[in-house]
């Protein structure tokens, strides 16, 4: 274990490539400490901060068979980081405009349990417009919106050119807008607030 400490990151990322767990955990403890400060200067939170960087971590480990040892191997991890927090912020503010929402028209707490119903139904609501949309405009869908995959980067996985990836997004998007349309203005307000 010691020799890995004296070499370079992209011959740790040649060794993850293999799926050798070592040079992975290495890679853990060179990068780890660094990645948590980062999200806890956003983030203020040690708990938010640690379940984040094992998130990166995870998705290194699910990846390590696409890792490019020729690539700055630095720039890359930083960019998943960026992204997590991203989605965790983005997440953050969802849940909490919608709280902001909700109680600032629903006073009782009894109104404040039936927002979170409300946001509950929105939620399985839109689950069923996905179910309806066709099958590749579903998974383009999913890697975009939930996965926080780039269009170019759906377009490699899926073997697409990236217009058809954007083409069917436009699509998607287009087909659950109209129909939260038909939806009360707290619907539309929910859909904005995840995909606007």
Do not use: C
């Not at 020729?70 to 960019?79: E, G, L, P, Q, V």
């Amino acid at each position: 274990m010691r020799l890995l400490k004296n070499i370079s990151d992209s011959e740790l990322v040649q060794k993850i490539n293999l799926g050798e767990k070592q040079a992975y955990q290495e890679l853990f403890e060179r990068y780890a400490p660094r990645i948590y400060q980062f999200f806890l200067s956003y983030l203020k939170n040690k708990t938010d901060a640690e379940e984040l960087v094992q998130d990166v971590f995870l998705k290194i480990w699910e990846k390590r068979l696409d890792l490019d040892q020729r690539k700055n191997f630095k720039s890359f991890i930083f960019k998943i980081a960026v992204n997590k927090i991203y989605d965790f912020i983005r997440k953050k503010n969802i849940e909490n405009a919608f709280n902001d929402f909700a109680q600032s028209n629903f006073i009782s707490g009894e109104n404040y349990t039936w927002h979170e119903v409300i946001f509950e139904e929105m939620k399985q609501n839109l689950q069923k417009l996905l179910s309806e949309l066709p099958k590749q405009q579903q998974k383009i869908f999913y890697l975009s919106k939930e996965k926080g995959l780039t269009n170019e980067e759906i377009a490699s996985q899926l073997g697409l050119s990236k217009r058809t990836v954007e083409n069917h997004l436009y699509r998607a998007l287009f087909f659950i807008k109209g129909q939260f349309k038909n939806e009360s203005l707290i619907a539309l307000f929910f859909f904005y607030l995840i995909y606007g």
